[in-house]
């Protein structure tokens, strides 16, 4: 891949993808926010990559948007810039394969609702998070006061947004933000351990999982149980259960497992 402002390494059946503008803390763009869409569309292609991990060069995750371009906007212009936003993370979020946010220092307004589209949150000690946007004047552009109240609770979601306060790695933890916080030098090393756990999993139950839960989280109770059960069936149309189940009984490991 051919990128300006990330870095996309592949090891093995991981993808890391690191944001590379340390200069302005890895600020958001509309250059920045387009490469990460063709990333993620590259990546979605590629079905050896089963688990993504998103991370930052330098003392940042990324530190908001860049208020340079921003700052220019008009209404309009401030319209497409959030629809793109929204879009990639879109992706960033649906995309059938684990994205685990290795979160290495600021992530603050966009990159807290980059952190929010991932599906898990691992944050560095020294890590500070937060939406900060209403100290300019303006709200959460990228989808941060529909995914954190989602996920910590409307009453937290409010606090942190109405505040604009910046929260560290301890307090994210006890608000159920962040999964888990680990020292600073140990970052990359437990996102690889967790994607490594989860690769040794059914490749096809993962994928399903993930989709069952977003769309649940989008439904009523009763039509997300429905689509548990329908595709809880639907696990057995493929080879993965019977493969799992055999080597269970036999005492080996499945063909999936390294």
Known sequence: ?????????????????????????????????????????ELATKPDVRVIILTGEGKAFVAGADISEMSKYSSMEARVFAQNGHRVLGKLENIDKPV?????????????????????RILSDNAK???PEVNLGIIPGF????????LC???????????????????????????????????????????????????????????????????????????????FALCFSTGEPKDGMTAFLEKRKASWMK
């Open 129 to 131: 998070i937060g939406q």
């Open 153 to 231: 609770g409307a009453g937290i979601a409010k606090e942190l947004i109405y505040t604009g306060d910046m929260i560290d790695a301890q307090e994210a933890l006890r608000i159920g933000l962040a999964n888990k916080v680990v020292p600073a030098d140990k970052l990359i090393d437990a996102a690889k351990d967790m994607s490594k756990k989860i690769l040794n999993k059914g490749p096809l139950a993962i994928r399903m999982t993930k989709t069952v839960i977003n769309h649940g989280l989008d439904s009523n109770l009763e039509t997300a149980k429905e689509l548990e059960i329908e595709t």
């Open 100 to 120: 685990i946010a290795a979160i290495n220092g600021f992530a603050l307004g966009g990159g807290c609702e980059i952190a929010l589209a991932c599906d898990i």
């Open 1 to 41: 891949m051919d990128n300006k402002n990330l870095l996309v390494t592949i090891d093995g059946n991981i993808a890391i993808v690191k944001f590379n503008r340390p200069q302005v803390l890895n600020a958001l763009n509309t250059e920045t926010i387009l490469e990460l869409e063709r990333v993620f569309d």
């Open 143 to 150: 989808g941060g006061t529909q995914r954190l109240a989602r």
